[in-house]
């Protein structure tokens, strides 16, 4: 059985898409994962693999006095994840990029082992096109994305097979909701949202009115609340359950939760994280399914709590949302993914 490496990391949308797809792949392949001590060690750990810990550079945006010791920062990195390569005796490697991706892709070039990367939002991430040449192909989950790289190839977006099987009784029972009003989701990222969850909770009489909602805060986001029909979690390790609650939600506009959400049909208001910090990921995927007709944004800059309160009220009347929702056929690009990992490593 060969041996294949999962790399990708710095958030949560770096991680999940790999553990998506490690019960498939732990079928063919002995399996291991090269990553920081950080939030992709979190997410991998329940899936008992091998992993293996690097340090690695990360590149802040804008001016940063931490920016001038990358170079020495990521060579040394790239020789810490040669060594995990060697002693894991790996055969191949899958990228879901991040700066954590880097070292380890650069390393696995520098053995001449293959690697096949996958890029989950609509235009490539730094970390992807710094590392496209010394990939196979990069893997996309919008077809346009494939287009934008020499090397793209369309392949959908993996998913974890086990959030489409949940049962909603079930689910709106562990959370104490009766039924009798729709559910409002709302997820605000890996982290939380500080911008979304005050808004959400300026909101949370009116917006208790019309839906029980279960609020996914993030962590060290809690607070204390009587509000009936308000159930929080800092973080959700049953995401089957929370989606099969949901009747609607409220979310960032991470690619990896994103498609899920639309995989899943559940009407979403996208909040798109926007700011200096980030290259502006989740208004271009927002943006591609609002334009599909198959979800509503608002911008971060137009958030109060009495616009959430309108477009929320008017996502959950929305029939034309709903039709294309029913219609489309976004669905788990996991298969595919597998298929161009096997030509990878027959």
Known sequence: MKHLVLTGGGSAG???????LIPALSERYELSYIGT??????IIAPYKIPYCTIKCAKFVRGLSLSNLSIPFRFYKSVKEAERGLKALK??????????????????????GLPVLSHESDLSPGLANKIIAKKCRAVLTSFPETAKRLKN??????????????????DALAKYGFSGQKPVLLVLGGGSG?????????????ALTEKFDVLHLCGRGNAVQSNVRGYVQREYEEDMPSAYAAADIALSRAGAGAAFELIALKKPTLFVPLENKRT???QAENAAYFEARGLAKVLREKDLTPASLQGALFSLAEDEALKKALGESDITS??????AEIEKMLP
Request: no cysteine; net charge positive; aromatic share 8%.
């Open 14 to 20: 770096h991680a999940v898409p790999n553990a998506a």
């Open 37 to 42: 001590d950080g939030i992709e060690k979190r």
């Open 90 to 111: 790996a055969d191949g490697v899958f990228s879901k990029g991040g700066y954590v991706a880097l070292p380890v892709v650069f390393a696995a070039k520098k053995l």
């Open 152 to 169: 793209g190839k369309y392949t959908g977006a993996p998913m974890r097979q086990a959030l489409f099987g949940a049962d909603k009784a």
């Open 193 to 205: 949202s500080k911008t979304v969850n005050e808004a959400l909770r300026a909101n949370l009489f």
């Open 279 to 281: 290259r502006g990921d």
């Open 333 to 338: 690009g996991n298969a595919a993914i597998l």
